[in-house]
């Protein structure tokens, strides 16, 4: 069974720091691209970083540019959000998942699998 276990959230304060960690178990990942989405309360769930497979190509929205960064161990099945500089607007539950193709999701691809997220607060 697949399993998506996201870990590394916590409180801090605008500015500061947290990375993320996401270990995915249950099948291969070969092939797939991996990533963090995020939904805060009232919104919409919101993509915010993806990471190819193979070449390791990485895609970010504006609204996170330059602030985050996603890394992946393939090794390990394990994909990371380093996410500095943050913004009371970053506060949401944060996700991993993974999809076929590039770095970037397809707006139409369904998910049969979600983890539990980690709580990701950034106080002002």
């Known amino acids: 069974q697949v399993q998506l276990v996201e870990s590394g959230g916590g409180l801090v304060q605008a500015g500061g720091s947290l990375n993320l960690s996401c270990a995915a178990s249950g099948r291969s990942f070969s092939s797939f691209a991996m990533g963090w989405f995020r939904r805060a309360p009232g919104k919409e769930r919101e993509f915010v970083a993806g990471?190819?497979?193979?070449?390791?190509?990485?895609y970010y929205p504006d609204s996170v540019k330059g602030r985050f960064t996603i890394s992946r161990d393939n090794a390990k099945n394990t994909v990371y959000l380093q996410m500095n500089s943050l913004k009371p607007e970053d506060t949401a539950v944060y996700y991993c998942?993974?999809?076929?193709?590039?770095?970037?999701?397809?707006?139409?691809?369904?998910?049969?699998?979600w983890g539990q997220g980690t709580q990701v607060t950034v106080s002002s």
């Open positions: 990471v190819s497979w193979r070449l390791g190509d990485t």
């Open positions: 998942n993974f999809w076929p193709g590039g770095s970037k999701p397809s707006r139409r691809y369904e998910y049969l699998y």
